[in-house]
């Protein structure tokens, strides 16, 4: 499994566990339950943002690592070639 794969499996995991937490906290008679369910849903939601936030920095670097590889074969494609003489070697076999 890729890292990027693995980022998305991480937040489709919190997404449903945020929908887990939503359908409880929907079921509880308490108000002080209550409050520490969506406490601990904001506090998934938050995770599962950075989680976003980190796979799409990773999908930034990667695009800017393949920008540039594709930039260097650009410029290999574009590169002259050029033919000097250096030297000259004479032999004569008796």
């Given at each position: 499994?890729?890292?990027?794969?693995?980022?998305?499996?991480?937040?489709?995991?919190?997404?449903?566990?945020?929908?887990?937490?939503?359908?409880?906290?929907?079921?509880?008679?308490?108000?002080?339950?209550?409050?520490?369910?969506?406490?601990?849903?904001r506090?998934?939601?938050?995770?599962?943002?950075?989680?976003?936030?980190?796979?799409?920095?990773?999908?930034?670097?990667?695009?800017?690592?393949?920008e540039?590889?594709?930039?260097?074969?650009?410029?290999?494609?574009?590169?002259?070639?050029?033919?000097?003489?250096l030297?000259?070697?004479?032999?004569?076999?008796?």
């Amino acid at each position: 499994m890729t890292s990027r794969q693995a980022f998305e499996q991480a937040v489709n995991d919190l997404d449903g566990e945020i929908r887990i937490a939503k359908r409880e906290a929907r079921l509880y008679g308490s108000l002080e339950t209550k409050v520490a369910a969506q406490r601990r849903i904001r506090e998934l939601e938050g995770e599962r943002n950075r989680k976003r936030r980190a796979l799409f920095e990773a999908q930034d670097e990667v695009d800017r690592k393949k920008e540039g590889l594709i930039a260097g074969v650009e410029a290999r494609l574009h590169q002259t070639l050029t033919e000097e003489l250096l030297f000259v070697i004479h032999w004569r076999v008796n």
